[in-house]
């Protein structure tokens, strides 16, 4: 018996949970790339967004880890603009009424960076559908005249962290060359900005196989 415990001890367990399959054991920079796009954040201008990202491999056999930065500007739309400047006109007590309001562009900027998990179960054709979720770190800066050195600048100018989750595809056409489209939504403390992106990969040499 006392021979028999450690064989019995050492058998693999049926039923064991998915976090048991997951493993670091392969990760390294398998891929870059960089891609461009339009968003569409909220109360804002649609603007350009601008993107890089590098692939360090598999978490599983058909998650990856994906770490990302990206960087985009706007401004206020005109009616948000226009609401804002006639509630200061509300709540400005002006008994003379020769105070006035000069309404100006708001701009601001997102340089975002964050850490993802993307869902590939399709990795070795042509064509790679994907899923993927993660979370961002943004540092948005907010300038214009009407709100310079109010609180109202401190009040846009931020560091937040918040989720984003994204669904494309990838066409790999050669093995080390690629090309990347996907539809991306992030949502920071209420704020919500829509894009869709596309641009170029690059994969590097084969991978060393996990032990």
Not at 5 to 32: C, E, K, Y
Not at 57 to 64: A, D, H, I, P, V
Not at 200 to 206: A, I, R, S
Request: proline share 6%; glycine share 10%.
């Amino acid at each position: 018996m006392a021979i028999c415990a450690p064989l019995l001890m050492a058998r693999p367990v049926a039923g064991q949970p998915l976090g048991n399959h997951i493993t670091f054991d392969s990760l390294q920079l398998s891929s870059l790339s960089i891609d461009v796009g339009s968003i569409r954040p909220r109360q804002l201008v649609p603007a350009t967004v601008f993107g890089i990202a590098a692939d360090y491999g598999r978490l599983s056999q058909s998650l990856r880890l994906r770490f990302e930065g990206s960087y985009w500007e706007s401004r206020l739309k005109d009616d948000v603009m226009k609401a804002f400047t006639d509630s200061l006109h509300h709540v400005i007590i002006d008994p003379s009424h020769d105070d006035t309001v000069v309404r100006s562009q708001v701009t601001l900027y997102d340089v975002t960076m964050g850490l993802s998990a993307r869902w590939v179960p399709m990795q070795t054709s042509l064509f790679q559908p994907f899923v993927g979720a993660g979370i961002g770190l943004h540092v948005i800066n907010a300038e214009g005249p009407l709100i310079n050195g109010t609180f109202v600048e401190g009040l846009f100018d931020n560091i937040s962290t918040g989720l984003f989750g994204e669904s494309g595809i990838q066409f790999k056409p050669l093995p080390r060359f690629g090309v990347d489209g996907r539809f991306r939504i992030d949502l920071v403390n209420g704020f919500r900005a829509v894009s869709a992106r596309a641009g170029g990969v690059y994969y590097f040499g084969p991978l060393r196989r996990s032990q």
